[in-house]
């Protein structure tokens, strides 16, 4: 079993700061790419940023100058450094993880936390 659990959402006013961690945990062999997505009300959900193993790093247009993914690979953890929020901002972030377990270690999936709630309103 896999899990992956996210924190650090809440609500907050426009141009203020959050950080948000995810957790990877269970019979993981490795992993690979991590990253970060958002569903807002009636939205599909759409990528945020991602980060490799290596720390290679991509990210959404909208998110660019003020968000910052990064990792640490001895925790199997992922972060997003969030910077001068905005209303659109406001969403469910979704942690992903594209990985093997142990039972089949050459076998890559994505999992998915369950999100956390971010708001940002004044």
């Known amino acids: 079993q896999v899990q992956l659990v996210e924190s650090g959402g809440g609500l907050v006013q426009p141009g203020a700061s959050l950080r948000l961690s995810c957790a990877a945990s269970?019979?993981?062999?490795?992993?690979?790419?991590m990253g970060w997505y958002s569903q807002a009300p009636e939205k599909e959900r759409e990528l945020v940023a991602t980060?490799?193993?290596?720390?290679?790093?991509t990210y959404a247009d909208s998110v660019k100058g003020r968000f910052t993914i990064s990792r640490d690979n001895a925790k199997n953890t992922v972060y997003l450094q969030m910077n001068s929020l905005k209303p659109e901002d406001t969403a469910v972030y979704y942690c992903?993880?594209?990985?093997?377990?142990?039972?089949?270690?050459?076998?890559?999936?994505?999992?998915w936390g369950k999100g956390t709630l971010v708001t940002v309103s004044s």
């Open positions: 269970g019979s993981i062999f490795s992993i690979n790419a």
């Open positions: 992903n993880a594209d990985l093997a377990t142990l039972r089949q270690p050459y076998y890559n999936l994505a999992y």
């Open positions: 980060i490799t193993s290596g720390g290679a790093t």
